[in-house]
């Protein structure tokens, strides 16, 4: 996808993994072209009647979706090349957009952050406005080809010592990506969402790569394919995953902490003011909260010692499973903030996958079942019930715990106009989404009056 100038694909919808990363990367992406069929062999793209050969060109548009044969001329706005290229243009255009969300700013309640994983993100980010992280992924910072190795042995190790030696060396890479973050936004929250997807989506596929992997681990390449599958799920989205991952291997979130409050620390050395956020991904019961954020503080009071500096790291949670929305008086005495990840919680309320779903939701919403795609638009009579729920206990436990909402749905004016509503304190969302979002948080404030 880094290598793309655009995405195009025959699965998957608003919210799935292809949408949000090319979503937050700034770059077209149309997913969902069912229609479409790739061969990979003979290196074709077949559209109906059509077929393309590898090698032809063909265009996208990301807002309308439009698949278009050939070479479409493009360039970017003006808005764009001032903001984020840094080109000196004396534009009416970019005057005009400089004043108008200047106006949103003044009349908008609701703070407006980005989901950004890389430092790069968050300099993208900051410039269009944002005022913070509020959803940093750290999954995405695994894959790089120096490290996938290293958390790959983190999940196959059989003893402890071999899985310790795997995270010392992730560590300092881990804590290289968090200062770039921080230091990008320096002044600024940065919510850091601890290891989130299920273990197997780390493993690779092919012979080759498992053959590779055994002799790193100086093992048998058919015991390591044998327990690369026995980690396999049948529904992983509602697996072994989150904070599940967290209780049952503590060694990968001990990491991961340690991690950010060292880069905390070396940033503060340097006089950056760093505010780094913890959050715990898929909290679904009090204990689960309780035992990962004594963890949690164990960890950043040893490195506070070891480096000298004061660390002031608040810990929250990530509400998306609907069992959390209803307990979430009792999980509010042990978290400094909720935010509400509307992607997975809508999957979860529905019972619809947010990959799969494409098969039947254009379906729904042509013959009015539903009024829209709940992926695309908040679920106000289900998930928003939930969402109101989970904020009116917090609070009656916790006065001044912070609320926000990290799903997609933060970049989306209608379900802005519902968390303004609901008092929510901030919304997330990709970074080329936040003009947007802050014009429509200031749309809703005065709506409200």
């Avoid at 090349?81 to 000196?88: A, H, K, M, P, W």
């Avoid at 269009?128 to 910072?141: D, P, S, V």
């Avoid at 690779?204 to 690369?228: C, F, H, I, S, T």
């Avoid at 004594?294 to 499973?321: N, Y």
Wanted: net charge negative.
């Amino acid at each position: 996808m880094h290598a793309s100038v655009g995405i195009l694909t025959s699965r998957g919808g608003m919210t799935s993994h292809a949408a949000i990363v090319a979503r937050g990367m700034g770059k077209p992406c149309v997913v969902g072209a069912g229609s479409l069929t790739v061969d990979d062999e003979d290196g074709e793209l077949r559209a109906g009647d059509r077929v393309f050969n590898e090698g032809d060109e063909i265009s996208i548009d990301g807002t309308t979706g439009e698949v278009i044969a050939g070479h479409v001329n493009v360039r970017e706005s003006e808005v764009l090349q001032v903001l984020i290229g840094g080109d000196e243009i004396d534009s009416l255009t970019v005057q005009a957009f400089n004043e108008l969300v200047g106006w949103a700013d003044e009349a908008r309640r609701m703070r407006v952050r980005a989901n950004a994983d890389t430092p790069h993100d968050a300099r993208v980010a900051r410039k269009l406005g944002a005022q913070g992280i509020g959803l940093c992924r750290t999954e995405h910072m695994f894959f790089e080809e120096d490290r996938i190795s290293w958390i790959r042995q983190v999940i196959l190790a059989e003893q402890d010592e071999t899985r310790s030696h795997a995270l010392a060396q992730l560590l300092p890479e881990q804590q290289t990506d968090f200062e770039g973050i921080l230091e990008a936004m320096a002044g600024l929250p940065v919510t850091v969402r601890l290891l989130d997807p299920p273990l197997h989506e780390f493993l690779p596929k092919e012979e080759k790569q498992l053959r590779q992997l055994a002799e790193q681990m100086g093992r048998d390449p058919g015991d390591v394919a044998d327990l690369a599958e026995s980690l396999a799920e049948f529904n992983p989205m509602l697996g072994h995953r989150g904070c599940r991952l967290g209780l049952t291997t503590p060694q990968i979130y001990d990491m991961q902490v340690e991690a950010i409050a060292r880069a905390a620390g070396a940033l503060l050395a340097r006089g950056v003011d760093a505010r780094p956020e913890i959050m715990v991904p898929l909290v679904g019961s009090t204990e689960e909260m309780v035992r990962l954020r004594e963890r949690i503080v164990a960890v950043v009071e040893r490195v506070k010692a070891e480096i000298g500096f004061e660390l002031d790291i608040p810990v929250g949670t990530m509400i998306e499973v609907p069992r959390a929305a209803l307990v979430a008086d009792r999980i509010a005495d042990h978290a400094d903030f909720f935010s509400f990840g509307t992607n997975d919680l809508t999957q979860m309320t529905f019972g619809y996958s947010r990959d799969d779903a494409t098969r039947f939701l254009p379906h729904y919403v042509e013959t009015r079942i539903l009024p829209a795609d709940p992926f695309e638009r908040l679920d106000r009579e289900g998930v928003g019930q939930l969402v109101e729920m989970a904020a009116s206990r917090g609070r009656q436990t916790r006065a001044d715990i912070k609320l926000g909402i990290c799903g997609e749905h933060g970049g989306e004016p209608s379900s802005i106009e519902f968390c303004e509503s609901v008092g929510l304190d901030y919304v997330s969302c990709s970074p080329y989404r936040v003009p947007v979002a802050r014009l429509a948080a200031a749309r809703a404030a005065l709506a409200k009056g």
